[in-house]
């Protein structure tokens, strides 16, 4: 299955989403909801602004 690779927190437990199901609420094995993303993903990029410098060296007067 191709998918996306979730890691609990709590427990330690991988396991593997298919695309498009959405984020998982909990842990499969434990019911932890201390669930965080394990592999690169292919979203839409590394989020707003990431990488160009937003906010950075720019003086409010």
């Known amino acids: ?4 690779k979730f890691k609990c927190g709590s427990c330690g437990y991988e396991w593997e989403e298919p695309y498009g199901t959405g ?12 669930i965080y993303r394990v592999d690169g993903g292919r979203g839409f990029g590394r989020g707003r ?12 007067e």
Not at 23 to 34: D, E, I, L, N, V
Not at 49 to 60: K, N, S
């Open 49 to 60: 602004g990431a990488g160009r410098g937003f906010g950075r060296g720019r003086r409010l």
């Open 23 to 34: 984020r998982p609420a909990k842990c499969p094995k434990c019911g932890s909801t201390a």
């Open 1 to 4: 299955m191709e998918g996306r």
